[in-house]
């Protein structure tokens, strides 16, 4: 992290700000019961004038610090867990700093933050309003400053569709999921129709779980979407490689691919057993490369929540667990619908999207076969993206790439040049990947040797 604290131009000539320590928290620091990582010492010290005196103690960062940090998680800490100054819960609309900003107007201002747009999705994902950043969707001035992923998100964060999910999930003990739209690029039908399933399943008092397949396309979010589920939800995760499974033994007893350091290795049996009855995730990865015989011992779990792994043990309560399938599944249908549409090039309205869904059911049901089929609570197809979603895609991996000092080298002129000219590279069946693959290109193609 940079040791100069980053204030947008407009605050630098009203504005001291005091700085003694910019150490982050210590990777070997013990996590606390929500699996953080608490600081042995204080990130940022408040300046005496917030207390009339000097401070011993080692408050939590204000989410103006927290942003001047340029620590996405930094910031999602501050919103989730609240700091010292409020005593209490932080609104992403609260104003910050002597100019009085949202802050996210305060981010969107800040030209020192390399990690903008990761700060600017937490924000978003907490209920940051664009409207109190004078960003929307009528931005005129501005708008040619933002780059294309950044005004994607906002745009995202400001419509009826966004608007009448919040209204849903308002009180869905599943609400943490709507975050999910500022987790991954496009699939908004897929997203609607998600939480109107979590919706219903959080108002009744449900005897079998909540099981949902995702279907499509390589490369267009399915994996991501599905192990947000468990960082989201706070609940443990565990993830089971479809494609080396054989028979129904092979997934009691497979081990996660979870990229979750923090947890003990164990396998299905085990992980369900350590969690019966609570909250859990587990995601079936590519599930339709396993013999469909292997998805027969699923079958009571996924109706009656309860299983027994073997003759004379005792029955496991399932209920709470959310199961999410992945699979390439009617990908050809999906794109031969996708290609019919009048207009491509734009997200599905809720009625097209209802047709697609039930296109593809059947399809699903013929190759899994109709028992298993029968105890899923959705499936959703996975489209591809629209033309403002692969800008979206292409300006995100150019700011997150791993080759920072060759973009930091690029003019804005050409960053927007290499977004436009990847979009000509992009490959329906392959997704973000081809996108992501003609990016780098672009940009080897621009060192000099």
């Not at 204080?42 to 005496?48: F, G, N, Y």
């Not at 011992?297 to 929540?305: A, N, Y």
């Not at 090039?345 to 029968?374: C, D, F, I, K």
């Amino acid at each position: 992290m940079s040791s100069s604290f980053k204030i947008p131009p407009s605050q630098k000539r009203s504005s001291i700000y005091y700085i003694r320590n910019e150490t982050n928290a210590p990777r070997d620091s013990p996590p606390n019961s929500s699996g953080i990582h608490e600081p042995k010492s204080a990130p940022l010290a408040r300046p005496p004038t917030w207390e009339g005196k000097d401070s011993i103690s080692t408050p939590r960062p204000t989410l103006l610090f927290a942003i001047a940090s340029d620590d996405p998680k930094a910031v999602e800490r501050v919103l989730e867990h609240g700091d010292d100054e409020s005593k209490g819960l932080i609104d992403a609309n609260d104003t910050i700093g002597p100019q009085a900003q949202s802050a996210l107007e305060f981010t969107l201002e800040n030209e020192g933050l390399k990690n903008k747009l990761g700060i600017v999705k937490k924000l978003l994902g907490y209920g940051a309003d664009p409207s109190k950043a004078k960003l929307n969707d009528s931005m005129s001035n501005d708008d040619a400053e933002l780059d294309p992923a950044t005004r994607y998100y906002l745009n995202r964060a400001d419509t009826a569709t966004t608007r009448r999910i919040d209204a849903l999930m308002k009180r869905s003990v599943f609400r943490p999921l709507v975050r999910m739209r500022f987790g991954i690029i496009g699939q908004d039908r897929a997203l609607e129709q998600l939480y109107r399933v979590l919706s219903i399943h959080s108002e009744k008092i449900s005897k079998s779980p909540v099981v949902v397949f995702l279907c499509g396309p390589s490369g267009h979010g399915k994996s991501m979407l599905a192990h947000q589920f468990g960082s989201l939800l706070e609940v443990p995760i565990h993830t089971v490689n479809m494609t080396t499974l054989r028979s129904a033994d092979d997934i009691w007893r497979s081990y996660s691919i979870s990229s979750d350091e923090d947890a003990t290795p164990c396998t299905l049996v085990e992980f369900l057993a350590n969690n019966e009855g609570k909250r859990c995730v587990v995601v079936l990865d590519e599930i339709e490369k396993t013999e469909s015989k292997a998805l027969w011992s699923l079958l009571v779990p996924w109706e009656l929540g309860r299983c027994t792994f073997e003759a004379n043990s005792r029955t496991i309560d399932v209920r709470n667990v959310i199961w999410v399938g992945t699979s390439n599944i009617g990908n050809a249908l999906i794109l031969d619908y996708h290609k019919s549409l009048r207009r491509p090039e734009e997200m599905l309205t809720r009625n097209e999207y209802v047709e697609l869904m039930g296109t593809l059911r059947p399809h699903v049901s013929e190759q899994l076969g109709a028992s298993v089929l029968s105890r899923v609570s959705a499936i959703l197809p996975f489209v591809p993206f629209t033309t403002a979603e692969k800008r979206a895609i292409a300006s995100e991996f150019l700011q997150e790439s791993a080759a920072e000092h060759l973009v930091q080298e690029l003019s804005r002129e050409q960053r927007e040049r290499v977004v436009e000219d990847s979009l000509e590279d992009f490959v329906p069946s392959e997704g973000a990947r081809s996108l992501y693959r003609a990016v780098s290109n672009l940009l080897i193609d621009s060192m000099d040797f």
